[in-house]
């Protein structure tokens, strides 16, 4: 696994890679010459929807989103003069961090796609770096980073968007650089820090370190809820791989209320040689099946392209 060091530009999160299992269904989504990175997806209203984030080779440092409605031709989602990533999707609610091209603050944006307008989060905003956005339902999941210092501290924040409650779930410096937030789904949060994966539970309160093998990280956590009616069903995904780049990688799927327990997990798929992942992996259930995206990133061409894996467990 190779930690890719954060810029106040991007701040991705690492770089991964994976073989895959014989059941397992891969169809490429986005496959141009340009980096994709960053899906998220969701059906709502009767209408299918796939966001991501690119920049293209004449403009390697130039981060646009785009949204794609029903398999139509995409839209640019951040306006002119400001850059932006994802992020996530919630029904009609687009989340993605935004910030003025070549500026050095970012903060989050939600974006209403059936009204098409766009707000910033004026409570969780300041003039840090707000990033790595998660929504669902009333909680809102971000980052919060600051640059001044090696001694700055990096944050994970829930937010209650109806009681405005502010929860630092964790903290680290940018010396560090080694916290990233994941999602919010359900009654759980996820994040990861200094090759760990966490799960925090909303109702009870308590994080739970996932267990890993020696000489093994494991990172860019995700979650998955398949039925919001049924608690306690959500489950964890996030990659597990050695320190190199492409070093045996593999995505991995534990219950989140098994979280603790080494032996509830499974290995959901294996990424080919010298294949990683440039931003976390994204879980769509609403279609009927689940459906998760990966950000298929190349070790050795350094390029970004987004997969569909369906028949994963």
Partial sequence: MLFKRVTPAVLLLFMFSASAQASTTVTPVKSTSAYESAPVADTYNGHSYLGWTQNTPAHPRYWRVY??????APKQVNPSGT???YGDLDQQWLTFQQWPAGGKNANVVVRDIDQGSTVPVAAVNNRYWQWGPST???????????????????????Y???????????????????????????????WSKAG?????????????????PSKRFDYAPALDDPDPAVDGDESVYFMRAGAAC???VHLIHVPAMSARVMGAQTV?????KNR??????????????RDIYLSSYNCRTKDSNILKLDGTP
Avoid: M
Wanted: hydrophobic share 30%; with cysteine; proline share 5%.
């Fill in 67 to 72: 949204l794609s409605t029903d398999h139509g």
């Fill in 83 to 85: 850059e932006a990533f």
């Fill in 136 to 158: 669902d339902g009333t909680w809102l999941l971000y980052g919060e980073n600051r640059f001044a210092k090696p001694t700055s501290p990096w944050k994970v924040i829930l």
């Fill in 160 to 190: 209650n968007l109806h009681t405005h409650r502010k929860i630092t779930l964790a903290d680290s410096t940018r010396k560090c650089r080694c916290l990233y937030p994941g999602q919010v789904r359900g009654q759980f949060v996820v």
């Fill in 196 to 212: 760990s994966v966490y799960v925090y539970n909303i109702v009870t309160r308590r994080t739970a370190r996932v267990p890993r």
């Fill in 246 to 248: 492409g070093s045996s």
């Fill in 268 to 272: 959901a798929y294996s990424l080919a």
């Fill in 276 to 289: 990683d992942i440039s931003a976390g992996p994204y879980i769509d259930d609403t279609g009927g099946q």
